[in-house]
Protein backbone atom coordinates (compact mmCIF):
# COMPACT_ATOMS: atom_id res chain seq x y z
CA UNK A 1 0.00 0.00 0.00
CA UNK A 2 1.15 3.43 -1.16
CA UNK A 3 3.40 3.54 -3.76
CA UNK A 4 6.41 5.68 -3.22
CA UNK A 5 9.30 6.40 -5.95
CA UNK A 6 12.49 8.52 -6.34
CA UNK A 7 14.89 9.73 -8.93
CA UNK A 8 18.51 10.65 -9.12
CA UNK A 9 19.88 11.87 -13.26
CA UNK A 10 20.24 14.21 -15.02
CA UNK A 11 17.23 15.20 -16.71
CA UNK A 12 14.36 17.92 -15.14
CA UNK A 13 12.60 15.27 -12.93
CA UNK A 14 9.09 16.60 -12.00
CA UNK A 15 7.34 14.97 -14.98
CA UNK A 16 8.57 11.95 -14.41
CA UNK A 17 8.29 11.62 -11.30
CA UNK A 18 4.69 12.20 -11.29
CA UNK A 19 3.93 9.60 -14.59
CA UNK A 20 6.21 7.03 -11.76
CA UNK A 21 3.14 7.86 -9.33
CA UNK A 22 0.77 7.23 -12.21
CA UNK A 23 1.88 3.84 -12.38
CA UNK A 24 1.35 3.40 -8.70
CA UNK A 25 -2.02 5.22 -7.82
CA UNK A 26 -3.14 1.42 -7.98
CA UNK A 27 -1.38 1.18 -4.46
CA UNK A 28 -3.22 4.34 -3.07
CA UNK A 29 -4.56 7.28 -3.92
CA UNK A 30 -6.35 9.45 -0.82
CA UNK A 31 -3.74 11.69 -1.09
CA UNK A 32 0.20 12.52 -3.11
CA UNK A 33 2.87 14.63 -3.19
CA UNK A 34 6.18 14.92 -4.44
CA UNK A 35 9.89 16.83 -2.83
CA UNK A 36 12.33 18.34 -5.39
CA UNK A 37 15.47 20.01 -4.09
CA UNK A 38 15.81 23.81 -4.83
CA UNK A 39 19.20 24.60 -3.48
CA UNK A 40 17.66 25.84 -0.60
CA UNK A 41 15.71 23.15 1.10
CA UNK A 42 12.98 21.42 -0.55
CA UNK A 43 10.11 22.59 -3.22
CA UNK A 44 7.25 20.37 -1.78
CA UNK A 45 3.56 20.07 -2.99
CA UNK A 46 0.74 17.64 -1.44
CA UNK A 47 -2.76 17.32 -2.37
CA UNK A 48 -5.79 15.64 -0.93
CA UNK A 49 -7.19 13.58 -3.35
CA UNK A 50 -5.90 11.39 -6.45
CA UNK A 51 -3.09 12.23 -8.27
CA UNK A 52 -4.79 15.34 -10.87
CA UNK A 53 -4.95 16.97 -7.85
CA UNK A 54 -1.47 16.87 -7.30
CA UNK A 55 -1.04 17.74 -10.86
CA UNK A 56 -3.21 20.49 -10.57
CA UNK A 57 -1.40 22.16 -8.05
CA UNK A 58 1.93 21.63 -9.49
CA UNK A 59 0.97 23.87 -12.13
CA UNK A 60 3.34 27.05 -11.30
CA UNK A 61 6.01 24.45 -9.67
CA UNK A 62 9.17 24.79 -11.69
CA UNK A 63 10.30 21.17 -12.74
CA UNK A 64 13.64 21.68 -12.95
CA UNK A 65 15.51 19.64 -10.40
CA UNK A 66 17.29 16.26 -11.45
CA UNK A 67 16.33 14.75 -8.13
CA UNK A 68 12.99 14.04 -6.35
CA UNK A 69 10.44 11.80 -4.26
CA UNK A 70 7.07 11.14 -5.05
CA UNK A 71 4.14 9.14 -2.85
CA UNK A 72 0.88 8.03 -3.20
CA UNK A 73 -0.90 7.28 -0.09
CA UNK A 74 -3.34 5.22 1.25
CA UNK A 75 -4.13 6.09 4.85
CA UNK A 76 -2.69 4.10 7.93
CA UNK A 77 -2.48 6.21 10.26
CA UNK A 78 -4.19 9.70 10.52
CA UNK A 79 -6.80 10.84 8.40
CA UNK A 80 -6.85 11.94 4.67
CA UNK A 81 -5.33 15.42 4.99
CA UNK A 82 -3.07 17.61 3.42
CA UNK A 83 -0.92 17.35 6.46
CA UNK A 84 -0.82 14.13 6.54
CA UNK A 85 0.24 13.54 2.64
CA UNK A 86 4.00 12.67 2.13
CA UNK A 87 6.75 13.92 2.00
CA UNK A 88 7.44 14.03 5.64
CA UNK A 89 10.24 16.23 6.48
CA UNK A 90 12.20 16.89 9.75
CA UNK A 91 11.32 20.70 11.01
CA UNK A 92 14.34 22.45 9.64
CA UNK A 93 13.30 20.90 5.97
CA UNK A 94 16.41 19.14 5.60
CA UNK A 95 15.74 15.34 5.01
CA UNK A 96 12.27 14.77 3.04
CA UNK A 97 11.21 10.86 3.01
CA UNK A 98 8.68 9.17 1.79
CA UNK A 99 7.33 5.71 3.10
CA UNK A 100 5.15 2.99 3.05
CA UNK A 101 3.97 0.53 5.40
CA UNK A 102 4.31 0.85 9.32
CA UNK A 103 6.39 1.95 11.90
CA UNK A 104 4.64 0.30 15.06
CA UNK A 105 6.29 1.94 17.84
CA UNK A 106 5.82 5.33 16.42
CA UNK A 107 4.23 6.38 19.48
CA UNK A 108 6.85 5.34 21.57
CA UNK A 109 9.15 7.25 19.11
CA UNK A 110 7.04 10.12 18.66
CA UNK A 111 6.85 10.74 22.39
CA UNK A 112 10.74 10.37 22.82
CA UNK A 113 11.24 13.38 20.22
CA UNK A 114 8.62 15.58 21.48
CA UNK A 115 9.98 15.20 25.09
CA UNK A 116 13.38 16.51 23.21
CA UNK A 117 11.17 19.41 21.29
CA UNK A 118 10.37 18.55 18.40
CA UNK A 119 7.05 19.93 17.13
CA UNK A 120 5.67 17.17 14.97
CA UNK A 121 3.12 18.30 11.67
CA UNK A 122 1.09 15.51 11.04
CA UNK A 123 -0.91 12.66 12.81
CA UNK A 124 1.28 10.28 11.15
CA UNK A 125 3.75 7.13 11.70
CA UNK A 126 5.57 7.73 9.06
CA UNK A 127 6.58 11.32 9.88
CA UNK A 128 9.06 10.43 12.88
CA UNK A 129 11.14 8.98 10.06
CA UNK A 130 12.76 12.40 8.86
CA UNK A 131 13.30 14.16 12.62
CA UNK A 132 15.25 10.55 13.38
CA UNK A 133 16.85 11.26 10.59
CA UNK A 134 17.74 14.85 11.18
CA UNK A 135 18.70 14.06 14.87
CA UNK A 136 21.35 11.72 13.66
CA UNK A 137 22.66 13.02 10.76
CA UNK A 138 26.60 14.18 10.93
CA UNK A 139 26.55 15.30 7.34
CA UNK A 140 26.35 12.21 5.95
CA UNK A 141 22.41 10.78 5.59
CA UNK A 142 24.09 7.09 4.44
CA UNK A 143 25.09 6.66 7.77
CA UNK A 144 22.09 8.64 9.37
CA UNK A 145 19.95 6.04 8.14
CA UNK A 146 22.46 3.19 9.30
CA UNK A 147 21.87 5.13 12.96
CA UNK A 148 18.37 5.29 12.38
CA UNK A 149 17.05 1.59 11.19
CA UNK A 150 17.93 -0.22 14.23
CA UNK A 151 15.42 2.31 16.14
CA UNK A 152 12.42 1.44 13.59
CA UNK A 153 10.05 -1.81 14.27
CA UNK A 154 7.27 -2.99 12.07
CA UNK A 155 6.82 -3.74 8.20
CA UNK A 156 8.26 -0.29 5.93
CA UNK A 157 9.78 0.86 2.87
CA UNK A 158 11.11 4.53 2.73
CA UNK A 159 13.49 6.58 0.57
CA UNK A 160 15.10 9.98 2.14
CA UNK A 161 17.09 12.48 0.82
CA UNK A 162 18.91 15.54 2.73
CA UNK A 163 19.30 18.89 0.91
CA UNK A 164 22.84 19.09 1.55
CA UNK A 165 23.59 16.04 0.04
CA UNK A 166 20.53 16.35 -3.88
CA UNK A 167 22.28 14.30 -5.93
CA UNK A 168 21.61 11.45 -3.50
CA UNK A 169 18.69 9.16 -2.27
CA UNK A 170 18.62 6.77 0.13
CA UNK A 171 16.45 3.50 0.30
CA UNK A 172 15.72 1.42 2.84
CA UNK A 173 13.21 -1.81 3.05
CA UNK A 174 11.84 -4.05 5.72
CA UNK A 175 9.06 -6.06 4.65
CA UNK A 176 7.35 -3.54 2.47
CA UNK A 177 8.81 -3.42 -1.44
CA UNK A 178 11.50 -1.40 -2.80
CA UNK A 179 12.94 -2.06 -6.55
CA UNK A 180 15.43 0.18 -8.26
CA UNK A 181 15.32 0.90 -11.73
CA UNK A 182 19.02 1.81 -13.54
CA UNK A 183 19.10 3.83 -16.49
CA UNK A 184 21.99 5.64 -18.68
CA UNK A 185 23.35 8.07 -15.74
CA UNK A 186 19.70 8.10 -14.11
CA UNK A 187 18.41 5.88 -11.60
CA UNK A 188 15.18 4.97 -9.94
CA UNK A 189 13.75 3.75 -6.72
CA UNK A 190 10.44 2.70 -6.01
CA UNK A 191 7.15 0.23 -5.04
CA UNK A 192 7.00 -1.76 -8.27
CA UNK A 193 8.75 -2.04 -11.34
CA UNK A 194 5.53 -0.38 -13.37
CA UNK A 195 6.91 3.11 -12.23
CA UNK A 196 9.88 3.32 -14.00
CA UNK A 197 9.10 0.82 -17.06
CA UNK A 198 8.88 3.53 -19.47
CA UNK A 199 12.56 4.25 -18.76
CA UNK A 200 14.46 1.76 -18.01
CA UNK A 201 14.30 -2.26 -18.13
CA UNK A 202 17.13 -2.69 -15.83
CA UNK A 203 16.04 -3.70 -12.58
CA UNK A 204 17.39 -4.60 -8.88
CA UNK A 205 15.75 -6.55 -6.49
CA UNK A 206 16.64 -5.71 -2.80
CA UNK A 207 16.39 -7.81 -0.11
CA UNK A 208 14.55 -7.10 3.25
CA UNK A 209 16.81 -5.25 5.74
CA UNK A 210 19.12 -4.06 2.91
CA UNK A 211 19.62 -0.44 2.51
CA UNK A 212 20.32 0.95 -1.24
CA UNK A 213 22.10 4.29 -2.43
CA UNK A 214 21.16 6.02 -5.59
CA UNK A 215 23.48 8.45 -7.38
CA UNK A 216 23.15 9.41 -11.07
CA UNK A 217 26.02 6.88 -12.18
CA UNK A 218 25.17 4.30 -9.89
CA UNK A 219 23.76 1.96 -7.22
CA UNK A 220 25.43 0.55 -4.08
CA UNK A 221 23.67 -1.94 -2.00
CA UNK A 222 24.53 -2.40 1.76
CA UNK A 223 23.56 -5.02 4.00
CA UNK A 224 24.58 -5.50 7.74
CA UNK A 225 27.91 -6.36 6.90
CA UNK A 226 28.61 -3.57 4.31
CA UNK A 227 28.34 -3.08 0.65
CA UNK A 228 27.13 -6.09 -1.12
CA UNK A 229 27.64 -7.10 -5.42
CA UNK A 230 24.11 -6.85 -7.78
CA UNK A 231 24.10 -7.23 -10.85
CA UNK A 232 20.36 -5.48 -12.16
CA UNK A 233 18.60 -8.00 -14.70
CA UNK A 234 16.50 -6.95 -17.64
CA UNK A 235 12.75 -7.49 -16.77
CA UNK A 236 10.47 -8.63 -19.77
CA UNK A 237 7.13 -6.92 -18.87
CA UNK A 238 4.42 -4.96 -20.71
CA UNK A 239 4.36 -1.54 -20.03
CA UNK A 240 1.04 -1.24 -22.61
CA UNK A 241 -0.79 -2.88 -19.90
CA UNK A 242 -0.75 0.72 -17.84
CA UNK A 243 -2.63 1.63 -20.40
CA UNK A 244 -6.75 1.51 -20.84
CA UNK A 245 -5.88 0.67 -24.92
CA UNK A 246 -9.64 2.07 -25.54
CA UNK A 247 -11.45 0.90 -23.06
CA UNK A 248 -13.37 3.31 -20.97
CA UNK A 249 -11.69 2.11 -17.54
CA UNK A 250 -8.67 -0.64 -16.82
CA UNK A 251 -11.32 -2.94 -14.94
CA UNK A 252 -13.43 -2.81 -18.09
CA UNK A 253 -9.78 -3.29 -20.46
CA UNK A 254 -8.94 -6.10 -17.19
CA UNK A 255 -12.73 -7.93 -17.89
CA UNK A 256 -11.62 -8.56 -21.77
CA UNK A 257 -8.03 -9.63 -21.19
CA UNK A 258 -9.64 -12.66 -19.34
CA UNK A 259 -9.07 -15.05 -22.97
CA UNK A 260 -6.06 -13.94 -23.24
CA UNK A 261 -5.01 -14.53 -19.42
CA UNK A 262 -6.24 -17.78 -19.73
CA UNK A 263 -4.46 -19.00 -22.55
CA UNK A 264 -0.97 -17.74 -21.00
CA UNK A 265 -1.34 -19.19 -18.04
CA UNK A 266 -2.16 -22.64 -19.73
CA UNK A 267 0.94 -21.80 -22.19
CA UNK A 268 2.94 -25.21 -22.82
CA UNK A 269 2.24 -26.72 -18.80
CA UNK A 270 -0.41 -28.54 -20.47
CA UNK A 271 0.49 -31.15 -22.93
CA UNK A 272 -1.43 -32.93 -25.78
CA UNK A 273 -1.58 -35.93 -23.43
CA UNK A 274 -3.11 -34.15 -20.58
CA UNK A 275 0.22 -34.19 -19.20
CA UNK A 276 0.45 -31.09 -17.21
CA UNK A 277 4.33 -29.54 -16.60
CA UNK A 278 5.05 -27.43 -13.79
CA UNK A 279 8.30 -25.95 -13.61
CA UNK A 280 9.01 -23.89 -10.62
CA UNK A 281 7.18 -25.60 -8.74
CA UNK A 282 10.21 -26.64 -6.30
CA UNK A 283 8.96 -30.26 -6.05
CA UNK A 284 9.89 -33.40 -8.25
CA UNK A 285 6.95 -35.64 -9.04
CA UNK A 286 7.64 -38.07 -7.01
CA UNK A 287 7.38 -35.87 -4.20
CA UNK A 288 4.52 -34.26 -5.22
CA UNK A 289 2.64 -37.43 -5.49
CA UNK A 290 3.14 -38.07 -1.97
CA UNK A 291 1.58 -34.79 -0.72
CA UNK A 292 -0.73 -35.98 1.88
CA UNK A 293 -2.89 -32.66 2.25
CA UNK A 294 -3.27 -29.51 0.24
CA UNK A 295 -3.35 -26.13 2.43
CA UNK A 296 -4.75 -22.99 0.47
CA UNK A 297 -4.00 -19.40 2.37
CA UNK A 298 -5.24 -16.17 0.52
CA UNK A 299 -7.16 -13.12 1.06
CA UNK A 300 -10.14 -11.40 -1.24
CA UNK A 301 -10.62 -12.30 -4.53
CA UNK A 302 -7.82 -14.63 -4.64
CA UNK A 303 -9.01 -16.45 -1.36
CA UNK A 304 -12.28 -17.06 -3.69
CA UNK A 305 -10.33 -18.44 -6.49
CA UNK A 306 -8.84 -20.87 -3.15
CA UNK A 307 -12.26 -21.95 -2.48
CA UNK A 308 -12.70 -23.04 -6.45
CA UNK A 309 -9.52 -24.81 -6.12
CA UNK A 310 -10.73 -26.55 -3.33
CA UNK A 311 -13.55 -28.25 -5.56
CA UNK A 312 -11.17 -29.28 -8.42
CA UNK A 313 -8.34 -30.59 -6.17
CA UNK A 314 -10.57 -32.57 -4.08
CA UNK A 315 -12.96 -33.82 -6.90
CA UNK A 316 -9.60 -34.75 -9.38
CA UNK A 317 -6.66 -35.38 -7.09
CA UNK A 318 -9.08 -36.82 -4.36
CA UNK A 319 -6.63 -34.88 -1.73
CA UNK A 320 -8.34 -33.41 1.48
CA UNK A 321 -8.07 -29.30 1.16
CA UNK A 322 -8.38 -26.77 3.36
CA UNK A 323 -8.83 -23.50 2.80
CA UNK A 324 -8.68 -20.33 4.87
CA UNK A 325 -8.58 -16.53 4.65
CA UNK A 326 -4.85 -15.91 5.62
CA UNK A 327 -5.30 -13.32 8.35
CA UNK A 328 -7.32 -16.25 10.31
CA UNK A 329 -5.17 -18.75 9.19
CA UNK A 330 -1.92 -16.81 10.37
CA UNK A 331 -2.80 -16.37 13.98
CA UNK A 332 -4.40 -19.94 14.40
CA UNK A 333 -2.37 -23.08 15.37
CA UNK A 334 -0.40 -24.15 12.67
CA UNK A 335 -0.84 -28.02 11.90
CA UNK A 336 0.77 -28.11 8.37
CA UNK A 337 3.84 -29.83 8.36
CA UNK A 338 6.35 -32.00 6.34
CA UNK A 339 4.42 -33.72 3.69
CA UNK A 340 1.75 -30.70 3.06
CA UNK A 341 1.95 -28.28 0.43
CA UNK A 342 0.34 -25.14 1.52
CA UNK A 343 -0.50 -23.15 -1.72
CA UNK A 344 -0.40 -19.28 -0.82
CA UNK A 345 -2.31 -16.98 -3.30
CA UNK A 346 -1.91 -13.82 -3.64
CA UNK A 347 -2.01 -11.98 -7.54
CA UNK A 348 0.47 -8.92 -5.89
CA UNK A 349 2.82 -11.22 -4.08
CA UNK A 350 3.02 -8.59 -1.36
CA UNK A 351 -0.41 -9.58 0.93
CA UNK A 352 1.26 -9.32 4.38
CA UNK A 353 -1.18 -11.59 5.80
CA UNK A 354 -0.67 -14.30 3.03
CA UNK A 355 2.82 -13.53 3.03
CA UNK A 356 2.60 -13.98 6.88
CA UNK A 357 0.92 -17.35 6.57
CA UNK A 358 2.89 -18.77 4.12
CA UNK A 359 5.71 -18.22 6.76
CA UNK A 360 4.52 -19.95 9.34
CA UNK A 361 3.70 -22.55 7.51
CA UNK A 362 6.72 -23.18 5.91
CA UNK A 363 8.72 -22.39 9.68
CA UNK A 364 6.54 -26.18 10.09
CA UNK A 365 8.32 -27.62 7.35
CA UNK A 366 5.42 -28.14 4.80
CA UNK A 367 6.25 -27.30 1.18
CA UNK A 368 5.07 -23.33 0.36
CA UNK A 369 4.20 -22.59 -3.20
CA UNK A 370 3.26 -19.15 -4.37
CA UNK A 371 0.58 -18.77 -6.88
CA UNK A 372 1.10 -15.06 -8.07
CA UNK A 373 1.06 -12.74 -11.24
CA UNK A 374 3.67 -10.98 -10.05
CA UNK A 375 7.62 -12.16 -11.18
CA UNK A 376 10.26 -11.78 -8.49
CA UNK A 377 7.19 -10.23 -6.02
CA UNK A 378 8.60 -11.10 -2.41
CA UNK A 379 6.36 -14.30 -2.17
CA UNK A 380 8.04 -15.86 -4.94
CA UNK A 381 11.08 -15.00 -3.00
CA UNK A 382 9.60 -16.28 0.39
CA UNK A 383 8.42 -19.77 -1.08
CA UNK A 384 9.36 -23.10 -2.25
CA UNK A 385 8.02 -22.93 -5.02
CA UNK A 386 6.23 -20.72 -7.49
CA UNK A 387 3.05 -21.04 -9.84
CA UNK A 388 2.75 -18.39 -12.03
CA UNK A 389 -0.72 -16.71 -13.20
CA UNK A 390 0.67 -14.90 -17.00
CA UNK A 391 -2.32 -12.04 -16.49
CA UNK A 392 -0.24 -9.38 -17.49
CA UNK A 393 0.14 -6.40 -14.81
CA UNK A 394 -3.41 -5.96 -13.54
CA UNK A 395 -4.71 -2.20 -12.63
CA UNK A 396 -8.01 -1.74 -11.72
CA UNK A 397 -8.11 -2.20 -8.09
CA UNK A 398 -11.34 -5.07 -8.48
CA UNK A 399 -9.47 -8.62 -9.23
CA UNK A 400 -10.71 -9.90 -12.65
CA UNK A 401 -8.61 -11.41 -14.90
CA UNK A 402 -6.07 -12.55 -12.20
CA UNK A 403 -8.69 -14.19 -10.68
CA UNK A 404 -9.75 -16.42 -13.22
CA UNK A 405 -5.92 -17.14 -14.38
CA UNK A 406 -5.52 -17.68 -10.53
CA UNK A 407 -8.39 -20.98 -10.88
CA UNK A 408 -6.72 -22.00 -13.94
CA UNK A 409 -3.35 -22.32 -12.29
CA UNK A 410 -5.27 -24.67 -9.56
CA UNK A 411 -6.79 -26.72 -12.18
CA UNK A 412 -3.72 -27.13 -13.90
CA UNK A 413 -2.25 -28.26 -10.53
CA UNK A 414 -5.84 -30.58 -9.65
CA UNK A 415 -5.25 -32.57 -13.29
CA UNK A 416 -1.17 -33.09 -12.43
CA UNK A 417 -1.94 -33.90 -8.98
CA UNK A 418 -4.69 -36.10 -9.95
CA UNK A 419 -2.63 -38.04 -12.51
CA UNK A 420 0.38 -38.37 -10.04
CA UNK A 421 -2.19 -39.64 -7.60
CA UNK A 422 -3.77 -42.39 -10.02
CA UNK A 423 -7.23 -40.74 -9.38
CA UNK A 424 -7.20 -39.39 -13.04
CA UNK A 425 -6.85 -41.84 -15.75
CA UNK A 426 -4.73 -40.75 -18.61
CA UNK A 427 -8.03 -40.64 -20.76
CA UNK A 428 -9.74 -38.67 -17.81
CA UNK A 429 -6.76 -36.25 -17.84
CA UNK A 430 -6.95 -35.69 -21.37
CA UNK A 431 -10.67 -34.96 -21.54
CA UNK A 432 -9.92 -32.40 -19.08
CA UNK A 433 -7.08 -31.11 -20.55
CA UNK A 434 -9.27 -30.56 -23.32
CA UNK A 435 -12.20 -29.04 -21.60
CA UNK A 436 -9.42 -26.58 -19.96
CA UNK A 437 -7.92 -25.57 -23.75
CA UNK A 438 -11.52 -25.02 -24.79
CA UNK A 439 -11.80 -22.12 -22.39
CA UNK A 440 -9.98 -18.95 -23.50
CA UNK A 441 -11.88 -19.42 -26.59
CA UNK A 442 -15.05 -19.87 -24.32
CA UNK A 443 -14.94 -16.48 -22.83
CA UNK A 444 -13.71 -14.84 -25.66
CA UNK A 445 -17.03 -15.89 -27.47
CA UNK A 446 -18.40 -14.30 -24.51
CA UNK A 447 -17.28 -11.16 -24.58
CA UNK A 448 -17.66 -11.01 -28.26
CA UNK A 449 -21.60 -12.24 -27.94
CA UNK A 450 -24.79 -9.55 -27.10
CA UNK A 451 -24.87 -11.35 -23.80
CA UNK A 452 -22.49 -8.46 -22.32
CA UNK A 453 -24.75 -5.95 -23.38
CA UNK A 454 -27.65 -7.50 -21.45
CA UNK A 455 -25.99 -7.52 -18.68
CA UNK A 456 -25.45 -3.81 -19.18
CA UNK A 457 -29.12 -3.47 -19.08
CA UNK A 458 -30.12 -5.47 -16.64
CA UNK A 459 -27.44 -3.86 -14.51
CA UNK A 460 -29.14 -0.42 -15.07
CA UNK A 461 -32.35 -0.95 -14.26
CA UNK A 462 -30.94 -2.87 -11.02
CA UNK A 463 -28.45 -0.28 -9.67
CA UNK A 464 -30.97 2.01 -7.42
CA UNK A 465 -31.69 -1.17 -5.07
CA UNK A 466 -29.95 -0.95 -1.89
CA UNK A 467 -29.30 -4.42 -1.16
CA UNK A 468 -28.83 -7.80 -2.83
CA UNK A 469 -28.29 -11.42 -2.08
CA UNK A 470 -26.14 -13.75 -3.52
CA UNK A 471 -27.20 -17.19 -3.56
CA UNK A 472 -25.84 -20.72 -5.01
CA UNK A 473 -24.67 -24.02 -4.30
CA UNK A 474 -21.74 -26.20 -4.89
CA UNK A 475 -18.82 -24.27 -7.02
CA UNK A 476 -21.49 -21.77 -7.63
CA UNK A 477 -20.98 -20.65 -4.02
CA UNK A 478 -17.28 -18.84 -4.05
CA UNK A 479 -18.97 -17.85 -7.74
CA UNK A 480 -21.51 -15.50 -5.37
CA UNK A 481 -18.92 -14.61 -3.28
CA UNK A 482 -16.88 -13.26 -5.40
CA UNK A 483 -19.61 -11.69 -7.68
CA UNK A 484 -21.04 -10.11 -4.53
CA UNK A 485 -17.49 -8.63 -3.36
CA UNK A 486 -17.17 -7.17 -6.78
CA UNK A 487 -20.54 -5.17 -6.55
CA UNK A 488 -19.80 -4.42 -2.93
CA UNK A 489 -16.46 -2.70 -3.45
CA UNK A 490 -17.08 -0.89 -6.34
CA UNK A 491 -20.77 0.63 -6.09
CA UNK A 492 -20.58 0.23 -2.80
CA UNK A 493 -24.23 -1.23 -2.31
CA UNK A 494 -24.26 -3.84 0.79
CA UNK A 495 -24.25 -7.32 -0.22
CA UNK A 496 -24.69 -10.93 1.21
CA UNK A 497 -23.28 -13.74 -0.31
CA UNK A 498 -24.57 -17.22 0.84
CA UNK A 499 -24.68 -21.32 0.09
CA UNK A 500 -28.37 -21.19 -0.67
CA UNK A 501 -29.01 -24.27 0.95
CA UNK A 502 -27.90 -22.18 4.38
CA UNK A 503 -30.13 -19.43 3.34
CA UNK A 504 -33.46 -20.81 5.60
CA UNK A 505 -31.48 -20.75 8.58
CA UNK A 506 -31.19 -16.93 8.57
CA UNK A 507 -30.13 -14.77 5.49
CA UNK A 508 -34.32 -15.44 4.21
CA UNK A 509 -35.25 -13.19 6.57
CA UNK A 510 -33.58 -9.72 4.89
CA UNK A 511 -36.35 -10.53 1.77
CA UNK A 512 -39.05 -8.10 1.15
CA UNK A 513 -41.41 -7.04 -1.68
CA UNK A 514 -38.78 -6.86 -4.59
CA UNK A 515 -35.55 -7.46 -3.05
CA UNK A 516 -33.06 -8.43 -5.85
CA UNK A 517 -31.49 -12.03 -5.42
CA UNK A 518 -28.36 -13.07 -7.52
CA UNK A 519 -28.23 -16.91 -8.22
CA UNK A 520 -25.80 -19.17 -9.83
CA UNK A 521 -27.71 -21.43 -11.26
CA UNK A 522 -25.17 -22.84 -14.36
CA UNK A 523 -26.04 -26.47 -15.08
CA UNK A 524 -24.76 -29.06 -12.61
CA UNK A 525 -26.05 -31.84 -10.51
CA UNK A 526 -27.43 -29.17 -7.79
CA UNK A 527 -29.19 -27.33 -10.49
CA UNK A 528 -32.41 -28.46 -9.18
CA UNK A 529 -31.63 -28.27 -5.85
CA UNK A 530 -30.65 -24.22 -6.49
CA UNK A 531 -34.33 -24.27 -8.80
CA UNK A 532 -35.68 -24.74 -5.77
CA UNK A 533 -33.93 -22.48 -3.30
CA UNK A 534 -35.46 -19.94 -6.56
CA UNK A 535 -38.48 -20.88 -5.84
CA UNK A 536 -38.62 -20.18 -2.15
CA UNK A 537 -37.23 -16.72 -2.52
CA UNK A 538 -39.97 -15.59 -5.47
CA UNK A 539 -42.32 -16.87 -2.95
CA UNK A 540 -41.21 -14.40 -1.01
CA UNK A 541 -41.42 -11.58 -3.30
CA UNK A 542 -37.81 -11.73 -4.32
CA UNK A 543 -36.75 -10.32 -7.93
CA UNK A 544 -34.53 -13.31 -9.13
CA UNK A 545 -31.29 -12.62 -11.68
CA UNK A 546 -30.20 -16.00 -12.63
CA UNK A 547 -26.64 -16.60 -14.51
CA UNK A 548 -27.50 -19.97 -16.07
CA UNK A 549 -26.33 -22.03 -19.20
CA UNK A 550 -27.22 -21.11 -22.83
CA UNK A 551 -29.84 -23.52 -23.98
CA UNK A 552 -31.42 -24.16 -20.09
CA UNK A 553 -35.01 -22.29 -21.25
CA UNK A 554 -36.25 -23.71 -17.77
CA UNK A 555 -34.83 -21.33 -15.49
CA UNK A 556 -36.08 -18.28 -17.57
CA UNK A 557 -39.44 -19.87 -15.98
CA UNK A 558 -37.87 -19.18 -12.64
CA UNK A 559 -36.23 -16.17 -12.65
CA UNK A 560 -37.18 -11.94 -13.83
CA UNK A 561 -33.90 -11.96 -15.29
CA UNK A 562 -31.32 -14.29 -16.86
CA UNK A 563 -27.35 -13.83 -17.36
CA UNK A 564 -26.36 -16.22 -20.27
CA UNK A 565 -23.53 -17.70 -20.33
CA UNK A 566 -21.87 -20.37 -22.75
CA UNK A 567 -21.74 -24.20 -21.23
CA UNK A 568 -18.59 -25.31 -19.76
CA UNK A 569 -17.35 -28.40 -18.20
CA UNK A 570 -19.81 -28.13 -14.86
CA UNK A 571 -16.53 -27.95 -12.16
CA UNK A 572 -14.61 -25.01 -14.73
CA UNK A 573 -17.81 -23.27 -14.87
CA UNK A 574 -16.87 -20.67 -12.39
CA UNK A 575 -14.21 -18.76 -14.90
CA UNK A 576 -17.37 -18.43 -17.19
CA UNK A 577 -20.02 -17.52 -14.45
CA UNK A 578 -18.35 -15.06 -12.92
CA UNK A 579 -17.93 -12.65 -15.92
CA UNK A 580 -21.66 -11.75 -16.04
CA UNK A 581 -21.48 -10.60 -12.53
CA UNK A 582 -17.88 -8.84 -12.84
CA UNK A 583 -19.85 -7.13 -15.68
CA UNK A 584 -22.80 -6.81 -13.53
CA UNK A 585 -21.12 -4.78 -10.80
CA UNK A 586 -19.15 -2.81 -13.11
CA UNK A 587 -21.97 -1.51 -14.34
CA UNK A 588 -24.03 -1.29 -11.53
CA UNK A 589 -21.03 1.37 -10.75
CA UNK A 590 -21.33 3.12 -14.27
CA UNK A 591 -24.71 4.00 -13.91
CA UNK A 592 -24.24 4.95 -10.27
CA UNK A 593 -21.29 7.23 -11.83
CA UNK A 594 -18.53 5.70 -9.27
CA UNK A 595 -14.96 5.26 -10.34
CA UNK A 596 -14.67 1.72 -10.52
CA UNK A 597 -10.60 1.47 -11.09
CA UNK A 598 -10.21 3.36 -7.84
CA UNK A 599 -12.82 2.39 -5.69
CA UNK A 600 -12.71 4.45 -2.19
CA UNK A 601 -11.09 3.44 1.21
CA UNK A 602 -9.37 0.08 -1.15
CA UNK A 603 -5.85 -0.19 -2.62
CA UNK A 604 -4.69 -2.87 -5.24
CA UNK A 605 -1.74 -3.88 -3.00
CA UNK A 606 -2.68 -4.60 0.50
CA UNK A 607 0.77 -4.57 1.91
CA UNK A 608 0.19 -4.15 5.78
CA UNK A 609 -1.88 -6.70 8.40
C1 LIG B 1 -10.83 -7.53 -4.67
C2 LIG B 1 -9.39 -7.66 -4.55
C3 LIG B 1 -8.84 -8.00 -3.23
C4 LIG B 1 -7.57 -8.85 -3.39
C5 LIG B 1 -6.90 -9.07 -2.03
C6 LIG B 1 -5.69 -9.98 -2.14
O1 LIG B 1 -11.20 -7.23 -5.97
O2 LIG B 1 -8.67 -7.44 -5.48
O3 LIG B 1 -9.78 -8.65 -2.44
O4 LIG B 1 -7.91 -10.06 -3.97
O5 LIG B 1 -6.52 -7.83 -1.51
O6 LIG B 1 -4.75 -9.44 -3.00
P1 LIG B 1 -3.58 -10.32 -3.56
O7 LIG B 1 -4.16 -11.31 -4.49
O8 LIG B 1 -2.66 -9.36 -4.24
O9 LIG B 1 -2.94 -10.99 -2.39
Not at 230 to 252: C, I, N, S, Y
Amino acid sequence: MCGIIGYVGSRPCRDLVISGLERLEYRGYDSAGLALPNGDGFTAVRAVGNLAKLKAALEDVAGDATSGLGHTRWATHGRVTHDNAHPHFDQGGAVAVVVNGIIENFSSLRRELQAEGVVFSSETDAEVIPHLLARAYEGDIVEAVQKVLPQLDGHYAFVAMHASEPQRLVGARHECPLVVGVGDGETFLASAIPAFLRETRDVMNLESGEIVILEADGVTVLNGQGPIKRTPETVDMDDDAAEKAGFETFMLKEIHEQPQALYDTLGDRLRPDGNVVLDDFGLDDAALARTERVHIVACGTSYHAGLVGRYLLEDWAGIPVHVEVASEYRYRTCLAGPGDLVIGITQSGETADTLAAMRVARERGAHVVALTNIMGSQATRDADGVLYTRAGLEIGVAATKTHTAQIMGLALLAVKLGRLRWALSGAGAADLGDELRRLPELLQQYLDSPHPAAVAEVAQRYANHRFFLYLGRHVGVPVCFEGALKLKEISYIPTEAYAAGEMKHGPIALLEEGSPVVTVATDGHVFDKVVSNIQEVRARGARVVAVATEGNEQIAEHSDDVLWVPRAQPLLSPIIAILPLQLFAYHVAQTLGLNVDQPRNLAKTVTVE
